[in-house]
């Protein structure tokens, strides 16, 4: 880089990290973009620029502020013309933070990048990017600690790791391992609004992604154990995906592939929110300021990944489709396949009244990952009505955390092979048989009143 352009990026970095209101009326050039750190202030003046021109696709929020009183800026990028998917589904939705750790620069500028390929993909009409944001949520808050951003600095400005400040097993991992969690969990404001947010508005998010810098690896939970999560069949279905086709970035247990933590936002996505999470770490030769390299290609391996992750988020659950569902004398037999990649265990066959009242549910059973069976189940409690409902109930994902659904089974693939005591008729089947006797006992009284 030339003397000359290396002074203006450098007086025009010095004037945005020393006046954010006054970034509000000057641009910040790609070039800066491209081989330069955010600032809080660039980072200001870049989503909100977003937004202004984008307001189909980009809707701006803070989810609140830091302790020194900077937005928590997040980013929620979808196709707004439609509350639903196309087919009338509802939406996945995608949850990506960074800037945990302030001096971890190209975990932030990674999730800015994600927010940047698919606002400029849309922009220029990439049909993949078109497709995502129809059917896909990403909610993207770049820097949680613009504080410790600006400084330079791993801690928050109460000298706080704001990745040990979580509420689970806060404080609680062995002592060789040195940290400042905070006075308590949620000490701090930045991760109070983070998880709040997670709470409210994404409660049910189909992945999460938290953007780190240090071992260049990808950290699945758990951090306190090194045992697998009971989820293990994703993970490891994501990591030989992963390594077959885009990467060969280390995909392991945090707790094993990088050291005992505890307190982290991934094990309380993973642990207390249910989502199927990722720490993303970059490598720890943080980007050379001035560079000739742009960070679009210093990170473009990195994105690769992410690009996978969100394309093929609908595959991050169970999804139990039910082929065939037949109804026998004292059970139920049923064919169940699971479309998705996470394994259920506590799945349930559920029978419900029109107004929605449970009337019988089945014994649990439940389905691997990638994987059909056909179970059958005890029925002879169970009693048909007219108009019932069948449905299948059943977790996300096996961790005790994630969510549950309730879909009902088609109409089409139900049969009733017999009835037994246990199965009374509708009403309206009693009813319709009542009246046809009546009817023939009358025609025939009324046949011999005539013979008479």
């Known amino acids: 880089m030339g003397r000359f352009l290396l002074a203006v990026v450098l007086a025009s970095l010095i004037f945005a990290s020393a006046s954010p ?13 491209e081989h330069w750190y955010h600032t809080y202030a660039t980072l200001t003046l870049d989503v909100n620029d977003w937004a202004d021109n984008n307001p189909d696709i980009v809707d701006l929020i803070s989810a609140g502020q830091t302790e020194m009183g900077r937005n928590l800026w997040v980013l929620r990028i979808s ?3 439609l509350d639903t998917k196309p087919n009338g589904d509802k939406k996945e939705v995608v949850y990506i933070d960074g800037g945990h750790h302030g001096n971890e620069h190209l975990g932030t500028e990674l999730a800015f990048l994600t927010a940047e390929y698919y606002i400029e993909g849309w922009i220029d009409g990439n049909q993949d990017v078109i497709d995502v944001l129809e059917t896909t949520e990403l909610h993207i808050l770049i820097m949680l600690n613009a504080d410790g ?8 400005s109460n000298q706080v790791d704001l990745n040990r400040n979580y509420d689970h097993y806060w404080n609680n991992c062995p002592p060789n391992n040195p940290t400042q969690p905070g006075s308590s969990a949620f000490s701090e404001s930045e991760t109070l609004a983070n998880s709040i947010y997670m709470d409210t508005v994404v409660p049910d ?6 953007m780190h810098t240090g071992v260049w690896i990808m950290l699945y939970p758990w951090g306190r154990w090194p045992e697998q999560p009971s989820d293990w069949e994703l993970f ?23 050291y005992p933590n505890c307190g982290t936002s991934r094990d309380y996505g993973y642990g207390v929110m249910g989502y199927p999470t990722f720490t993303f770490e970059t490598d720890d030769e943080q980007f050379l300021l001035g560079t000739v390299e742009a960070l679009s290609d210093r990170l473009g391996e990195e994105l690769d990944v992410m690009k996978y992750l969100i394309q093929n988020v609908w595959y991050w659950r169970a999804r139990l489709v039910v082929e065939n569902f037949e109804i026998r004398t004292n059970q139920v037999e049923a064919h169940v396949v699971n479309l998705g990649q996470a394994s259920t265990s506590n799945a349930t066959f559920h029978y419900s009244d029109s107004n929605g009242e449970l009337l019988w549910h089945s014994d649990t059973f439940g389905i691997n990952a990638t994987n059909e069976s056909t179970v059958v189940l005890n029925s002879k409690n169970l009693s048909l009505v007219n108009d019932g409902i069948w449905s299948i109930h059943y977790q996300k994902r096996v961790i005790d955390s994630s969510q549950w659904v309730d879909e009902v089974i088609e109409d089409s693939v139900i049969v009733i092979k017999s ?4 199965f009374l008729p509708a009403p309206s089947f009693l009813i319709n048989l009542i009246t046809l006797i009546t009817a023939a006992i009358a025609s025939r009284n009324r046949s011999n009143k005539s013979k008479d």
């Not at 009835?419 to 246990?422: K, R």
């Open 79 to 81: 196709d707004w013309s």
């Open 236 to 258: 490891h279905s994501i990591r030989d995906d992963v390594h077959t086709n885009i990467s060969d970035i280390p995909i392991r247990n945090a707790n094993q592939g990088l």
């Open 21 to 33: 209101i006054a970034t509000a009326q000057v641009g910040q050039p790609d070039i800066i973009q």
């Open 205 to 210: 998010a189909d992945l999460y992604v938290t």
């Open 149 to 156: 951003n600006d400084l330079d600095t791993r801690w928050n």
């Open 419 to 422: 009835t037994n005591e246990g």
